[in-house]
């Protein structure tokens, strides 16, 4: 049976007639991503997925497919309400870019200008202030612990004040991309300083409600919470239940909505700064915002910049346990998707899901079906044989993978990279848990491990044993 909600396609006439100029139908469209998403939830377990495809006017296909709740089989729908995760950088950077166009703050002048409670120390003796435009583009060079707790839990999260009160800088701004979720948390209270007014007010009555969406993300109602998906995480291809969570820097990344919706902030990335009638923010701020920032290619002001088939896009996803989001728009071709699920750590799937989807909306010809996402299934591999395989490989030059074991498991961890954990699913084969990577290990006529080979799309990557 089916495990597809459908709904009314918005203007459907006039929308197929804009995607009829690129040589294919929405019709067309919807039975190709039903084929792909549908064998892709059968495949990996992925208990549901929610799409909206949108372009300069409107979202014209919003569909959802499989459950928002597998235990009781309640089927996800349209209007199904998922975390956004980092996703909402892209809102707040908005909020922001509205208050330079105002003229109420100004992106190049010190943040510390601007702000009451707080002022952002410099730890470096120079003239190198931290401005908006640092905070929004990750190159303040500040750091900070993230508080993520349990939504079911007895404990109060850090205010927007305490959690900027305890930010460092370590490196000077404007010189280095660092990702940074406390320069959100700094660029949501300054904004309040400015207005004297709540983030959480600012963001309902300047940003949703001008795009008339009556839910608010950020503190989801009771009806809301009835519409609320599930989490879930994957193992061995199946949905287990996770836990909800609450995440203290909020204006990063902790709030709560469904593709059609969040399609509407945005669509003013294709259409010079307006949803239909509503201007909300200028077209230079646009601009600003798709732009690269310092010496960064990679990321402008809310969202990262990339490109598909040399065409420039704009894009972001967000990842919190047992949710992931992601959106990527076209700018020459002025289509773009959001793509939600209520599976944690599937960001690669969704990635791939989504290019498949923008060359699809561009009518591009012969586009091969989405690879298989199902993920290996894990065996036991004996402690002597995992110790065998603890070392040192060299992946490139001054790159090391470094091999680790603890409690009957291996970890492997990347030169200036996070530790991941592995599982077998051969004895000298190993896939990571948290990405679509594996690990092959290699050996000499001996039997010693001599090497490894890391895998990752359509990547190969040897590295020799140095230790």
């Known amino acids: 049976m089916k495990i597809i909600i459908r709904t009314l396609m918005i203007v459907m006439m006039l929308?197929?007639?804009?995607?009829?100029?690129?040589?294919?139908?929405?019709?067309?469209?919807?039975?190709?991503?039903?084929?792909?998403?549908?064998?892709?939830?059968?495949?990996?377990?992925?208990?549901?997925?929610?799409?909206?495809?949108?372009?300069?006017?409107?979202?014209?296909?919003?569909?959802?497919?499989?459950?928002?709740?597998?235990?009781?089989?309640?089927?996800?729908?349209?209007?199904?309400?998922?975390?956004?995760?980092?996703?909402?950088?892209?809102?707040?950077?908005?909020?922001?870019?509205?208050?330079?166009?105002?003229?109420?703050?100004?992106?190049?002048?010190?943040?510390?200008?601007?702000?009451?409670?707080?002022?952002?120390?410099?730890?470096?003796?120079?003239?190198?202030?931290?401005?908006?435009?640092?905070?929004?583009?990750?190159?303040?060079?500040?750091?900070?612990?993230?508080?993520?707790?349990?939504?079911?839990?007895?404990?109060?999260?850090?205010?927007?004040?305490?959690?900027?009160?305890?930010?460092?800088?370590?490196?000077?701004?404007?010189?280095?991309?660092?990702?940074?979720?406390?320069?959100?948390?700094?660029?949501?209270?300054?904004?309040?300083?400015?207005?004297?007014?709540?983030?959480?007010?600012?963001?309902?009555?300047?940003?949703l409600e001008p795009l008339q969406i009556n839910i608010n993300p950020l503190i989801p109602t009771p009806v809301m919470t009835e519409m609320l998906a599930i989490p879930y995480k994957l193992e061995n291809n199946k949905a287990?239940?996770?836990?909800?969570?609450?995440?203290?820097?909020?204006?990063?990344?902790?709030?709560?909505?469904?593709?059609?919706?969040?399609?509407?902030?945005?669509?003013?990335?294709?259409?010079?700064?307006?949803?239909?009638?509503?201007?909300?923010?200028?077209?230079?701020?646009?601009?600003?915002?798709?732009?690269?920032?310092?010496?960064?290619?990679?990321?402008?002001?809310?969202?990262?910049?990339?490109?598909?088939?040399?065409?420039?896009?704009?894009?972001?996803?967000?990842?919190?346990?047992?949710f992931t989001s992601y959106y990527l728009i076209d700018l020459e071709t002025k289509v773009g998707v959001y793509i939600m699920s209520n599976a944690g750590e599937i960001r690669p799937i969704l990635e791939n899901l989504s290019k498949y989807i923008i060359r699809l909306m561009n009518g591009n010809k012969g586009i091969a079906d989405l690879p298989s996402f199902k993920t290996k299934e894990a065996i036991e591999v004996s402690e002597s044989i995992l110790k065998t395989y603890v070392g040192k490989y060299e992946v490139a030059p001054n790159v090391f993978a470094d091999i680790t074991y603890e409690e009957n498991s291996l970890f492997v961890q990347i030169t200036g990279q996070p530790k991941f954990d592995l599982f077998a699913y051969e004895e000298t084969k190993f896939s990571l848990k948290v990405m679509e990577a594996q690990i092959e290990f290699t050996k000499d006529v001996n039997g010693q491990v001599i090497g490894l080979i890391l895998y990752q799309g359509q990547n190969k990557v040897p590295g020799k044993r140095v230790d």
């Open 240 to 322: 287990k239940p996770d836990n909800y969570v609450r995440f203290d820097v909020y204006p990063a990344g902790d709030a709560y909505m469904n593709p059609t919706l969040f399609a509407r902030i945005l669509i003013p990335q294709i259409n010079k700064g307006k949803y239909q009638e509503e201007q909300l923010i200028n077209d230079k701020s646009v601009q600003d915002m798709q732009s690269k920032q310092f010496d960064n290619e990679n990321y402008g002001l809310g969202l990262f910049l990339g490109s598909i088939e040399s065409h420039k896009t704009i894009s972001h996803g967000g990842i919190l346990p047992g």
């Open 15 to 207: 929308k197929s007639g804009i995607l009829k100029s690129q040589q294919i139908s929405i019709l067309e469209i919807e039975s190709k991503l039903d084929a792909q998403i549908e064998n892709l939830i059968r495949e990996t377990g992925i208990p549901s997925v929610s799409i909206a495809l949108f372009n300069s006017d409107s979202v014209f296909i919003s569909k959802a497919y499989g459950y928002s709740n597998v235990a009781s089989k309640v089927k996800a729908t349209p209007k199904t309400i998922y975390h956004t995760g980092s996703s909402f950088k892209t809102v707040t950077a908005t909020a922001v870019m509205q208050l330079s166009d105002s003229g109420l703050i100004d992106l190049d002048s010190p943040v510390n200008n601007y702000l009451k409670r707080v002022s952002i120390d410099n730890s470096f003796d120079c003239d190198c202030d931290i401005t908006f435009r640092h905070l929004l583009s990750h190159q303040a060079g500040l750091k900070g612990n993230t508080e993520l707790t349990n939504l079911w839990e007895r404990t109060e999260l850090k205010s927007l004040e305490c959690i900027a009160k305890n930010v460092k800088q370590i490196k000077k701004p404007g010189k280095e991309f660092e990702y940074c979720n406390h320069c959100y948390v700094i660029s949501a209270l300054a904004l309040e300083d400015v207005l004297n007014t709540s983030f959480n007010s600012y963001i309902t009555n300047q940003i």
